[in-house]
């Protein structure tokens, strides 16, 4: 209990206070461990999933037409031309294939039995029967196959995410009827004082409406809890700690609306000191000084001041992001503009103040125009677009200072990190890690190749590139084309993995594939990396070795954007064979051949002060990422992290 004469337990400064606050929550587990509950998908908008989402099914489930047209298959289409058109059989639905025929399909259709390719109706005469073709299809042209877009057991959104409206179309096209989420945060919000009233037909002189309960109920609605006011407690010690135990039992943090400071009757932090440990008790900021915020049971108990814009303010500022980070969603960052003050703002040194203003467009120059500044003023919430910040060090600010103001009610979106380049499945894991180590951080990769993303790092467009680029000259991975692409760069390669590249082919290799001569073969069916990749520069070189010419090899043209893309379509028999790494193989329950082992670089291109870029490389040292991407079958990360001289 404090002592008979001593006002405050303590009064911190306002970034010391919420460190301690924020620190002993999480010392307490308070945010780890999160309970979770099954919601339809299609219920789960604004929600934070609780675990890292896999596809139960491929999308496309099947392969299907990309065009109206004709499905043929393409060897008999080969010769046609405008001065010996082709006519092919038109056969009707559900027909067995015979040689020469042909299907009309429209787009989204199934591809019938026997057809591998699709020409667009605008290139198909029909007459008698007949379908009068000009040009020959290649192999799965205006095809969609099995996976193209995701593949059964792929990541489809990562733990810790926030379902968008986008996130729903994925997750039912990927199979999913239910998804795991983050059970929302049960706040129990407490009214206290004996001269506060429920209703309006109990007001008389004297009696105060009960607004804040509403608003902070509202508020931690917003912020995405579960509010439950409670009934007005009257200002008798023992009441109030009979309401803060019992909604303890049913909550995971308790509000205290008023009784905070250090009047006769003013029991909050009394309360709470014998049921818990009060951290603090008084905060050096206008308004909202009598703050008081403990641990009960293991639990948040936060007392605030009884007037409304003390009580918000402070919500704001020691609730709002508890409750977030409760949820794993990330700090609400509202944006803020520049703005002149219209007039003399005073304040008290040694006193951090925050003053709602008012924001207009005069002769285009923004003005804030200082609301009233009691911390009763209703009014001043309403109205106020933006808040300033008066620094504790100043006797206040001159009108015409031009300065920054939080703008209210807008939140800026979290940080993401671009990753533009080769496809790996241990970006992924990065991405989990990452946003694991760092407050509100995403990982958005997008496979455009490892020239992509060099070209993407010189452009200033990403802030990772993967890449394994073989010089054939020098036999040298990545350094070379890191030095012409980008020749005054001085450092940000770093190592993540040497790994296995190899034919990704069928349960028991029914074709009897060996390696790269096969590929040649007319019975075989090959299915290829978009250009640019580091995976298709590895076949062109191994190919220019055989001298096996690419035209010799039926489906080269056949691009892909990812290893798992590939593993797909040799797992749906779509073709016969590709070039992946092996875990993509390992994951769908495919052999593997190795042919090659690489080296897989990150390309980093963060600022000097990022914390991003020291994390990434820290994470590539740790024993568990190793741990976690090694168990994924044909990576060696013993050199993971090493930064690599340019």
């Not at 109030?240 to 009757?265: C, F, H, K, P, Y």
């Not at 703008?407 to 800026?412: A, D, G, W």
């Amino acid at each position: 209990m404090m002592g008979k004469n001593k006002a405050y337990l303590n009064c911190l400064q306002r970034d010391e206070a919420q460190a301690l606050w924020r620190k002993r929550l999480s010392d307490s587990g308070y945010f780890e461990g999160l309970p979770a509950e099954p919601l339809p998908v299609t219920a789960a908008l604004g929600r934070v999933t609780a675990r890292t989402v896999y596809a139960r099914q491929s999308v496309p489930h099947y392969n299907g037409s990309a065009m109206d047209g004709i499905a043929v298959y393409a060897p008999d289409t080969y010769g046609a031309q405008e001065t010996a058109p082709e006519r092919l059989t038109l056969l009707p639905a559900g027909a067995p294939f015979a040689p020469g025929g042909c299907y009309m399909v429209d787009t989204g259709d199934a591809m019938p039995d026997g057809t591998n390719a699709v020409i667009m109706i605008e290139d198909v005469h029909i007459a008698e029967g007949k379908a009068e073709i000009i040009a020959a299809a290649a192999p799965w042209q205006h095809v969609r196959i099995i996976g193209e877009d995701i593949v059964a057991g792929e990541l489809v959104i990562p733990e810790h995410h926030v379902i968008a409206p986008v996130d729903i179309a994925a997750l039912l096209a990927a199979g999913l009827d239910t998804v795991a989420v983050i059970k929302k945060p049960k706040v129990a919000v407490i009214p206290t004082g004996d001269e506060i009233v429920a209703t309006r037909a109990e007001l008389q002189p004297g009696a105060i409406l009960d607004v804040n309960s509403h608003m902070l109920a509202a508020a931690v609605t917003e912020w995405g809890g579960e509010a439950v006011r409670k009934t007005i407690v009257s200002d008798r010690r023992e009441a109030i700690q009979q309401a803060v135990v019992e909604s303890l039992a049913e909550s995971d943090m308790v509000i205290i609306n008023a009784g905070t400071s250090a009047g006769r009757e003013d029991y909050t932090a009394q309360v709470l000191s014998a049921i818990g440990e009060v951290l603090v008790h008084g905060v050096a900021i206008k308004p909202g000084k009598p703050v008081v915020l403990s641990l009960c049971q293991g639990k948040p108990v936060i007392g605030l001041p009884g007037y409304p814009v003390s009580a918000m303010l402070t919500a704001e500022l020691f609730v709002r992001d508890v409750l977030l980070a409760r949820q794993k969603l990330p700090p609400q960052a509202p944006p803020q503009m520049e703005a002149a003050l219209a007039k003399t703002v005073a304040s008290t040194i040694g006193m951090e103040e925050y003053v709602r203003v008012s924001i207009g467009d005069v002769q285009g120059r923004w003005i804030a125009a200082p609301l009233s500044r009691g911390a009763g003023m209703m009014s001043s919430l309403t109205k106020a677009q933006g808040i300033i910040r008066v620094d504790r060090g100043s006797a206040g600010l001159p009108a015409g200072l031009v300065l920054p103001v939080t703008l209210l009610r807008k939140h800026r979106p979290a940080r993401t990190i671009l990753a533009v380049g080769s496809h790996d499945l241990a970006l992924e894991l990065l991405g989990l890690f990452l946003r694991r180590r760092l407050d509100n951080i995403s990982l958005s990769c997008a496979n455009v190749g490892s020239m992509g993303g060099i070209m993407a790092i010189r452009n200033k467009e990403a802030h990772i590139a993967g890449i394994h680029l073989l010089d054939e000259p020098s036999g040298c991975y990545n350094i070379p084309f890191v030095k012409k692409y980008l020749p005054d760069r001085k450092g940000g390669l770093v190592h993540l993995a040497m790994r296995e590249q190899g034919l990704i082919v069928r349960p028991g290799n029914p074709k009897g594939i060996t390696g790269f001569g096969d590929l040649a073969r007319p019975d075989l069916a090959y299915i290829n990396r978009q250009r640019g990749s580091g995976t298709r520069m590895l076949l062109d070189y191994e190919l220019n070795k055989a001298g096996i010419p690419a035209a010799a090899i039926t489906g080269y043209d056949k691009e892909v954007g990812t290893h798992m893309a590939v593993a797909a379509s040799v797992a749906s028999g779509t073709v016969d064979t590709g070039l992946g790494v092996r875990a993509s193989a390992l994951a769908l329950g495919l052999d593997f051949i190795p042919v090659a082992q690489e080296q897989y670089d990150l390309l980093l291109n963060f600022l000097p002060d990022d914390d991003c870029q020291p994390a990434i490389i820290d994470i590539l040292q740790s024993a568990e990422f190793r741990r976690e991407v090694e168990s994924l079958g044909g990576y060696d990360l013993r050199d993971a992290g090493r930064v690599i001289p340019l």
